[in-house]
Nanobody, 121 residues
Framework: QVQLAESGGGSVRSGGSLRLSCVVS????????AAWFRQAPGEDREGVAI???????SHVESVKGRFTASRDNAKNTFYLQMDNLSPEDTATYYC???????????????WGQGTQVTVSS
């Protein structure tokens, strides 16, 4: 049974930081691409960052320089360090694992349950 268990969400003020974690079980994690998505109320789910199998990461423009995605294959865990948060980052954040080099959510087969991030001004 595949499980992705997220943790680390919460409420912070603008300029604050949070670190999300996603622990993966039931698959050989090192074989998969890992990604972070987010969905704000009334909005579509959007990709935030993808972490390649070799550990390098790519981030969307809106979070570049503020968010850092990483993975630790030995711990079957990947992370999203979020710094200098703004109210526009408020959303439910989801971790995902898949077989494609893409931030197309429909290509991801395994998902976490989501964790709420709320940033106040």
């Amino acid at each position: 049974q595949v499980q992705l268990a997220e943790s680390g969400g919460g409420s912070v003020r603008s300029g604050g930081s949070l670190r999300l974690s996603c622990v993966v079980s039931g698959i050989t994690f090192s074989w998969y691409y890992a990604a972070w998505f987010r969905q704000a109320p009334g909005e579509d789910r959007e990709g935030v960052a993808i972490i390649y199998k070799n550990g390098t990461a790519s981030h969307v423009e809106s979070v570049k320089g503020r968010f850092t995605a990483s993975r630790d294959n030995a711990k079957n865990t990947f992370y999203l360090q979020m710094d200098n948060l703004s109210p526009e980052d408020t959303a439910t954040y989801y971790c995902a694992a898949g077989n494609y080099d893409s931030l197309n959510q429909y290509l991801y087969t395994h998902w976490g349950q989501g964790t709420q991030v709320t940033v106040s001004s």
